[in-house]
């Protein structure tokens, strides 16, 4: 029996697989209005957390005041900031106001249609529990997001770097994921598919670049050095300071980040080759080719960042490029699943199929 004949006659796996294509498209969005938020210091402008009654902006002069107030209680205000004109506010509350935005257009394009898909009984078997997981990681997103930012409203002049990377990290997660059920029912028969584990340490790889490049957002780490190759006129600057313990500085100092996130970029590009070659010879010839672009842009456009002294445009698009390179890599990895699965079933086909031996034949006669 075919996995097709077990699913509900009203299913409609290309319809809901259309719908997680249109979601990745609105995280890939939210991305880069997360990297314009940071890169203006525009995080901290709102300092309440209203899911529902934040929705609406400030409309009148009054309410931009009160906001403005509270804005200058924070030490980034009193530290920074101090004189910020109420225009100036506006323009950084602006790109805050529209990360949050974004964030519950998500949330309702998450939960609204997998309550259509649920009631007309149009989900796929197997496939209820990675839908509504989508809309639990959404939720919990938005709750890591106020996380992140209720640690500069008090001590700090900026949200803790630590909190920002498991911020950026859960929505590159949740777009890739997003993205590998949606081809998992485009696939015939809306067959899932298990990683392959050529593609697991290439996940694992490019994961912790981009907890590196988290890092160096989080800690304006970028503008510790804006040469390249080298880092002034050295290859890592002999002067640079050193915390202790030393473990401390793969994850607090500027200098050390920048230069793991710089050369782990090459470990990302030698993994996504070897990705790339396997999955052309998998018959996947365009998501090797999307592999190579997206991965060699990405590198070109750190560079480019450094080297502009981490201009706003290239920085963002830096950031964004991230996230089609990760759609290149699972794409890639998901081509080579349904290659990998398709010789498995084959193999078993033909083992099910085959006559038996004469000596089976034999037992089996009771000869």
Request: glycine share 8%.
């Amino acid at each position: 029996m075919t996995i097709a004949a077990l699913q509900p006659p009203s299913a409609r796996p290309l319809a809901i697989a259309n719908w997680l294509l249109s979601l990745c498209g609105l995280i890939f969005v939210m991305v880069v209005v997360g990297g314009i938020t940071r890169l203006t210091e525009s995080g901290l402008s709102i300092t309440e957390w209203k899911p529902i009654t934040g929705a609406i902006p400030p409309l009148t002069e009054a309410q931009w005041l009160r906001e403005f107030e509270l804005y200058k209680r924070i030490p980034e205000y009193q530290q920074i900031n101090r004189g910020m004109s109420l225009a100036e506010f506006k323009n950084i509350f602006f790109w805050e106001w529209a990360h949050r935005q974004l964030g519950r257009v998500i949330g309702l394009a998450a939960l609204l249609p997998l309550l259509w898909f649920a009631v007309k009984r149009a989900i796929p078997r197997g496939y209820g529990w990675k839908l509504s997981s989508i809309f639990l990681l959404v939720c919990v997103q938005g709750a890591i997001g106020w996380w992140m930012v209720a640690s500069g409203l008090t001590e700090r002049t900026d949200v803790s770097h630590l909190r920002l990377a498991v911020h950026l990290l859960t929505a590159f997660f949740i777009f890739g994921f997003t993205l590998w059920v949606a081809l998992d029912l485009r696939s015939p028969e809306a067959r899932p598919r298990r990683v392959p584990t050529l593609a697991i340490w290439a996940f694992a790889i490019l994961a912790l670049q981009l907890l590196f490049g988290a890092y160096v957002a989080g800690l304006d780490a970028g503008y510790a050095f804006n040469s390249w190759p080298l880092m002034g006129d050295e290859l890592y600057p002999a002067a640079a300071p050193w915390l202790e313990p030393a473990l401390r500085n793969f994850v607090d100092n500027p200098i050390t980040v920048q230069f793991i996130h710089r050369w782990l970029a090459f470990g990302v590009l030698a993994i996504a080759i070897l990705l790339a070659v396997r999955v052309k010879r998998a018959g996947g010839r365009r998501q090797s080719l999307a592999l190579h672009i997206t991965v060699g842009l990405q590198i070109l456009l750190g560079i480019s960042t450094l080297l502009s002294g981490m201009n706003l445009h290239v920085a963002v698009a830096h950031q964004g490029m991230a996230t089609l390179v990760i759609a290149a890599f699972v794409a890639a990895a998901h081509r080579l699943a349904a290659t990998e699965g398709a010789q498995v079933r084959q193999v078993a086909g033909a083992t099910e199929q085959a006559p038996p031996t004469p000596l089976v034949a034999s037992a089996v006669e009771g000869r």
